[in-house]
């Protein structure tokens, strides 16, 4: 067999969600060489009221859960059971899911080494179309008592691989597993070899579900990694879950370099808006400080508002709203500035700081606004946005690590104009440059990476 002890799991839930539903049974059959086979389950009371479509599927009702412990009153024989074993369950992000929540909300870690049913159905059957529990049921005729009951459906597992040492050699079903359990799991409705088939380059990527548009957008300079990192990690973000849930394709485009592939990532986010971007708001979150209007406090400006002409009294850029606040706070901490004539508290008399002696007093009169105000400019200084610091356009060339591919990008005032490929399209972007937009990640990414990049000013 395939490891010291395995782990045959399942769980009966209030539904499919593994950070909002709650676990309603757990069922594991464990199988130890040296001791054997020893089976398990319990109701668990979901604490909360399981919907009538789920009591329907599982047979597992209100009233069954009622006088049934709660996760965390079993939380250490599951522990206990599963410990040191293989977990080995049916499309096992799920199972795996449910419990590193259920554990987490119990302040615990679990972790095991896990391996998928369906995955390891698919590497050996490759032709068979389905692979859900009922298609492998049929298929390799397995008894099937208290189906959709979590023991019932544990013990369905360890018969399919039973079935499997019967049909198959034992070379290729343990090839077949150490395969699995070394590669980075994928939702499975994925094509067992969608990773293998992307390149360890830089560029952006997108995950698609059952719509034209895309789900998400991201940029790598490692597309593999990346995206592998999007299902693989020990503990998948409420984003993450989701988007393994609705993915059914994932599309690629290379890029010579890591500006490239942010210059095509920003652009398509704009464009294509997909919704899981949206709910991370990453790009849009950045923001400059401004101070336009002093001495009142600073004001808060993101990309589209900024002139890249006038970058004067403009600092930053901050990963967002919060970022830019407590770079305040620590400046005010550090140079006995006024909480109030930051505007990082609303109040009249003395500031927050003022009371704990760190404000010079602009809020009592004890210092001028204009005073307070050059002050702040000088605490700020070291963040002033800079001006641009070529007479005009400039082509920056990103070369690939083989030297076979290269893209030219080409910049005026810290705002990206076009990328080309040959001369003819460089020459195309010179003689009709289009109005760029100033972007404040963009300005971050060229202030970091010009000084290594070689930059060919031009005259036009
Ligand atoms: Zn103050």
């Given at each position: 067999m395939f490891a010291p002890a395995i782990a045959f799991v399942d769980l009966e839930t209030t539904g499919a969600t593994a950070s909002a539903d709650r676990i309603t049974e757990v069922g594991i059959v464990r199988?130890?060489?040296?001791?054997?086979?020893?089976?398990?389950?319990?109701?668990?009371?979901?604490?909360?009221?399981?919907?009538?479509?789920?009591?329907?599927?599982?047979?597992?009702?209100?009233?069954?859960?009622?006088?049934?412990?709660?996760?965390?009153?079993?939380?250490?024989?599951?522990?206990?059971?599963?410990?040191?074993?293989?977990?080995?369950a049916h499309n096992a992000r799920f199972d795996y899911?449910?419990?590193?929540?259920?554990?987490?909300?119990?302040?615990?870690?679990?972790?095991?080494?896990?391996?998928?049913?369906?995955?390891?159905?698919?590497?050996?059957?490759?032709?068979?179309?389905?692979?859900?529990?009922?298609?492998?049921?049929?298929?390799?005729?397995?008894?099937a008592d208290d189906r959709h009951r979590a023991l019932g459906d544990a013990r369905i597992l360890?018969?399919?691989?039973?079935?499997?040492?019967?049909?198959?050699?034992?070379?290729?079903?343990?090839?077949?597993?150490?395969?699995?359990?070394?590669?980075?799991?994928?939702p499975p409705q994925l094509p067992a070899n969608a990773l293998a088939t992307i390149p360890e380059?830089?560029?952006?990527?997108?995950?698609?579900?059952?719509?034209?548009?895309?789900?998400?957008?991201?940029?790598?300079?490692?597309?593999r990694e990346r995206i592998a990192s999007h299902f693989s990690s020990d503990y998948l973000s409420a984003n993450d879950l989701r988007l393994s849930a609705e993915i059914t394709r994932i599309e690629i485009e290379e890029t010579a370099g890591e500006l490239g592939a942010l210059l095509r990532e920003s652009q398509l986010i704009k464009t294509l808006l997909p919704v899981y971007n949206h709910h991370l708001r990453r790009r849009s979150g950045m923001v400059a400080l401004a101070l336009a209007h002093e001495p009142a406090p600073p004001d808060y400006v993101n990309s589209s508002s900024i002139d890249p002409a006038a970058l004067d009294g403009?600092?930053?850029?901050?990963?967002?709203?919060?970022?830019?606040?407590?770079?305040?706070?620590?400046?005010?901490?550090?140079?006995?500035?006024?909480?109030?004539?930051?505007?990082?508290?609303?109040?009249?008399?003395?500031?927050?700081?003022?009371?704990?002696?760190?404000?010079?007093?602009?809020?009592?009169?004890?210092?001028?606004?204009?005073?307070?105000?050059a002050?702040?400019?000088?605490?700020?200084?070291?963040?002033?946005?800079?001006?641009?610091?070529?007479?005009?356009?400039?082509?920056?060339?990103?070369?690939?690590?083989?030297?076979?591919?290269?893209?030219?990008?080409?910049?005026?005032?810290?705002?990206?104009?076009?990328t080309a490929r040959d001369d003819a399209a460089l020459q195309a972007i010179v003689d009709v440059p289009p109005r760029g937009e100033f972007d404040l990640d963009i300005y971050r990414l060229l202030v970091k990476q010009l000084p290594r990049l070689s930059v060919i000013p031009l005259t036009s």
């Open positions: 199988v130890d060489d040296a001791v054997g086979v020893s089976e398990w389950s319990s109701l668990v009371d979901p604490e909360r009221s399981i919907p009538p479509a789920i009591q329907a599927l599982t047979g597992i009702t209100n009233a069954m859960v009622a006088g049934a412990p709660t996760f965390g009153q079993i939380a250490e024989q599951v522990a206990e059971r599963i410990a040191g074993c293989v977990f080995v899911g449910f419990l590193k929540h259920e554990f987490a909300r119990l302040g615990r870690a679990f972790t095991a080494k896990v391996l998928c049913t369906v995955r390891l159905s698919r590497r050996l059957y490759p032709d068979a179309g389905r692979h859900n529990l009922d298609a492998v049921i049929q298929r390799h005729r397995l008894a360890w018969s399919f691989v039973q079935a499997l040492y019967r049909d198959r050699p034992t070379e290729e079903i343990e090839s077949a597993i150490a395969r699995i359990l070394r590669t980075p799991s994928l380059a830089p560029g952006v990527y997108r995950f698609y579900g059952l719509n034209p548009l895309p789900l998400y957008i991201g940029k790598s300079i490692n597309l403009l600092y930053g850029p901050f990963a967002s709203r919060s970022k830019a606040r407590a770079t305040l706070r620590e400046l005010a901490a550090n140079a006995r500035l006024c909480w109030s004539a930051l505007g990082l508290e609303r109040r009249n008399g003395p500031c927050f700081a003022r009371q704990v002696r760190r404000c010079a007093g602009v809020c009592v009169g004890a210092e001028s606004r204009e005073v307070h105000a002050r702040l400019r000088d605490a700020l200084s070291p963040y002033a946005l800079r001006r641009w610091p070529y007479p005009g356009m400039i082509a920056v060339r990103e070369a690939d690590i083989t030297g076979e591919r290269s893209d030219v990008h080409v910049f005026r005032d810290w705002c990206w104009l076009g």
